[in-house]
């Protein structure tokens, strides 16, 4: 993919081949919501990981995970175009309004893919490299190619991916994967399926449209919401174990188990309310505290450690 028309400073817009499109369309196929998600869970795993790197290794460390968390977006962009063009929730993206080619989107993904484990593999060690590298297929490949279109089980499965990011983080500074890191993984991990389906209750529509076979649409709304319940009630005590495993304090779990609570009291709300627009209310309030839990649970996880380490220097 190359630059071949650098247009005026003033509209803003770089032609690539492929078709036109300005850099903030090329940033939106990066997905910058999730990846900023990655990176903060990255950073925490850095954080948290014992030993140690300088900061310059940890800046392209964690600049390499954010690029790779990016090209698997526009990867994402790219094979799903189709799909995404019939939903409401994804036909602003720029390859479905035909602001960016799919064959740009597709050039661009893999460039970065390969850049960024080529980058955090020389830089900071091959262990964080290659996880990286599986992360960026598990996503592109397994989930959305393989998965997303063919079982509703796909987001459980699916979610490993962006489970990934603290455990590579934690191997950018340790060379290796520790029972710590699998911790941090599973947290993410048992938290997507209920963070997600809650919005596919109120989007399955949506993906009915698209032929995507979303647990809402296949097994109905009613298992979807049991299924809600038994995440949250897996999820609360994982959210815990940090603590109870000695890599965190007393604060942090005091955290995770008072917001553990609260999830799954909510995940019982979307089950017990299954009718009008009440029903669309206690999903999307699921939804939008389990974006506050997840980011809660890392943020006291990070302040944590920074004041342990900061009393320790005292």
């Known amino acids: 993919m190359a630059l071949v028309d650098d247009r005026s400073m003033t509209t803003g817009r770089v032609e690539w081949t492929g078709g ?6 090329y940033f939106e196929l990066l997905k910058p919501r999730v990846m900023s998600l990655v990176i903060f869970t990255a950073l925490t795993g850095m ?68 850049l960024s484990v080529m980058v955090l593999g020389v830089a900071v ?27 509703p089980q796909n987001i459980v499965i699916g979610g490993a991916a962006g489970a990934f990011p603290p455990m590579i983080g934690w191997a950018a500074v340790t060379g290796a994967v520790s029972v710590e890191s699998i911790v941090l993984f599973l947290i993410i991990f048992m938290w997507t399926p209920p963070h997600f389906w809650a919005l596919a209750l109120v989007k399955s529509d949506d993906y009915a449209r ?5 647990m809402p649409v296949v097994a109905g ?20 174990l940090p603590t109870l495993l000695g890599f965190a304090g007393l604060a942090y ?17 979307v089950a017990r309310i299954t009718e009008g627009p009440a029903a669309r209310t206690a999903a999307m309030r699921l ?16 302040v944590e450690h920074l004041a342990v380490l900061h009393l320790a220097g005292a």
């Not at 698209?210 to 979303?214: E, I, K, R, S, Y």
């Open 20 to 25: 036109s499109a300005s850099v903030g369309d």
């Open 47 to 114: 954080v948290l990981a014992p030993g140690g790197v300088h900061p310059l290794i940890g800046f392209v460390g964690l600049l390499a995970i954010a690029v790779g968390a990016g090209a698997s977006g526009a990867l994402n962009m790219w094979y799903d175009a189709d799909i995404d063009r019939v939903m409401s929730r994804t036909a602003r993206r720029p390859v479905p309004d035909g602001r960016i080619s799919a064959s740009a989107a597709l050039q661009f993904g893999v460039v970065l893919s390969v």
């Open 125 to 151: 060690n091959w262990v964080a490299g290659s996880l990286l590298a599986f992360t960026i297929f598990f996503y592109v490949v397994v989930y959305t190619m393989g998965l997303k279109r063919r079982t």
């Open 210 to 214: 698209a032929g995507v076979p979303m």
């Open 221 to 240: 709304p009613g298992s979807t919401r049991r299924q809600i319940v038994l995440y949250s009630v897996l999820l609360a005590p994982i959210g815990v």
């Open 253 to 269: 779990g005091a955290v995770a188990a008072v917001l553990g609570v609260v999830f799954l009291a909510l995940a019982v709300q």
């Open 287 to 302: 939804f939008f505290f389990s974006i506050l839990y997840l980011f809660a649970l890392f943020a006291v996880l990070l």
